[in-house]
């Protein structure tokens, strides 16, 4: 044999060094874990995987659409839309077209006979943008008593260089539109004709965060109130430090929180310390002053999970491939439950054996050699209850995943890649608000634009602010 005696004692003695490396082999075991984590096994963000990953999947995603043979465009059966034509007193000018010659070489003049009705095609355009300037002239009288020149004041709301129109567009292209302060600069200068500088952009987003306070915090007490809410966290940056982006929402309301750290208590500021909902989470540990009852997991995160536990080897492997298959099973039998309008009992009769098999594997899984499988399963069986919240009480609507939230804190992840965070508390304090009242319109299916202007309009008056809560949500 090749290397005999001398290559059997090198072999020897790098054994034995490894041996004596305590944790050597479960340290290689997480980094190769960490060099193979993307977004398929992890909750890591789909932008964080490497472009190989990326390339791959584009291909995955047409070889798909080769296999389904289908056309571009809209399919058999699908409902076409078209844009609803106004009504005859809201058009504003109108075009007649005749045709220009037939085919056997007539050249029509208008006096032939009409057939029928025209067909009607409307085209709809801006118009010239001239701002309205309203013009406030200050008097002043001598007093009578005293002989003095007395000035008048101006009204507070003819202190601000803008009107609340323009406040509530301002907002609307900075929050909504995720635009930087110069960028709608521009937009204010070049579309609506109207002279403006940065800082005077910057002032005008103030004000609306200060007619959005209140707002704000009647969404939060709300938010207290549901019955169910999603919610997640997301990094945030002020000043370049490390901040952390709450959001909860409920099926017609939302609330985002900004706050120095990711932590119970900073779950418990936005959500109260006596809530007593339901919270649908990723499973992270800030919720867990809620009992257990309270709480519905994410299958999409412990799918995850669990995805990355099945490209382990041995018999991890096994076991994680099919616990990844039953909690597929999960999710589709409540998409048949929900897409086919069978009842909760016909729900609890599909999940049983899941629920049996499922706790079957974890408890295996706990038992095993595997350290962060069974980590991973020793924590899941802590919360096994809340894995199934959502069948045990069907009353309640809860939605076993939390996609919710994770679509009602995209926004605010993209506002942060695109303008870096914040750079005061006050610029924070902002964020919060012109988010919750995005989300919220969203939700409702509310014009957000509609409800700013509203609002700005009544503060310029000194009205009180529109309300925010629908009226199917819980209002204490």
């Not at 309203?134 to 101006?154: D, I, M, N, T």
């Not at 370049?240 to 929180?257: E, P």
């Not at 009842?343 to 595997?370: K, S």
Request: charged share 25%.
């Amino acid at each position: 044999m090749a290397g005999g005696e001398p290559a059997r004692e090198l072999v020897i003695g790098l054994l034995e060094q490894v041996a004596k490396v305590p944790g050597l082999l479960e340290r290689v075991e997480e980094l190769e874990r960490r060099v193979d984590r993307d977004s398929g096994n992890s909750s890591q963000a789909p932008s964080s995987d490497a472009p190989k990953s990326r390339a791959e999947r584009r291909r995955e995603a047409r070889g798909a659409y080769e296999r389904s043979m289908r056309k571009s465009g809209g399919q058999p059966g699908h409902e076409g839309k078209a844009r609803e034509m106004v009504a005859p007193e809201r058009v504003d000018a109108r075009r007649e077209h005749l045709p220009g010659r037939c085919g056997c070489g007539h050249a029509f003049t208008g006096i032939e006979q009409r057939i029928g009705d025209p067909v009607v095609h409307q085209q709809y355009e801006l118009p010239v943008i001239r701002p309205l300037v309203f013009e406030h002239s200050r008097v002043r009288l001598g007093c009578p008593g005293c002989g003095r020149a007395v000035l008048a004041e101006l009204p507070g709301a003819a202190l601000a260089g803008f009107g609340p129109r323009l406040d509530a567009h301002i907002a609307m292209l900075a929050g909504v539109c995720r635009l930087s302060r110069c960028d709608v600069r521009r937009v204010v200068v070049e579309v609506f004709g109207v002279p403006a500088s940065t800082g005077a952009i910057d002032s005008a987003i103030m004000r609306m965060s200060a007619i959005l306070a209140d707002p704000w915090s009647e969404l939060r007490h709300a938010i207290r109130q549901a019955e169910v809410v999603h919610a997640d966290e997301t990094t945030w940056r002020l000043a370049g430090a490390q901040q952390w982006l709450w959001v909860a929402a409920s099926a017609l309301l939302a609330c985002y929180r900004i706050d120095a750290s990711r932590s119970q208590e900073a779950a418990k500021a936005l959500l109260g310390e006596d809530f007593g909902g339901f919270v649908v989470s990723d499973r992270y540990a800030g919720y867990h002053f809620l009992d257990v009852l309270q709480q519905q997991l994410c299958w999409c995160h412990v799918i995850r999970q669990l995805v990355e536990v099945s490209q382990c080897n041995g018999i991890a492997a096994r076991r994680g491939k099919q616990l990844v298959k039953l909690a597929r099973q999960v999710i589709s039998a409540h998409r048949s439950y929900l897409g086919d309008g069978h009842d909760p009992e016909w729900l609890a009769a599909q999940l049983a054996p899941l629920r049996a098999q499922i706790r079957g594997l974890l408890e295996q899984c706990a038992v095993g050699h595997h350290a962060r499988t069974a980590n991973l399963a020793a924590g899941l069986l802590a919360e096994y209850e809340a894995l199934w919240t959502f069948a045990d009480v069907p009353q309640a609507g809860i939605d076993p995943t939390n996609n919710a939230a994770e679509r009602a804190v995209r926004h605010a992840v993209l506002m942060r890649k695109i303008q870096g965070g914040t750079q005061s508390d006050r610029g924070s304090r902002w964020i919060e608000r012109i988010q919750s009242v995005r989300e919220t319109c969203r939700l409702q299916d509310r014009p957000v634009l509609d409800w700013l202007t509203q609002a700005a309009s009544a503060a310029h008056r000194g009205l009180p602010i529109p309300t925010l809560l629908a009226a199917t949500a819980q209002d204490p």
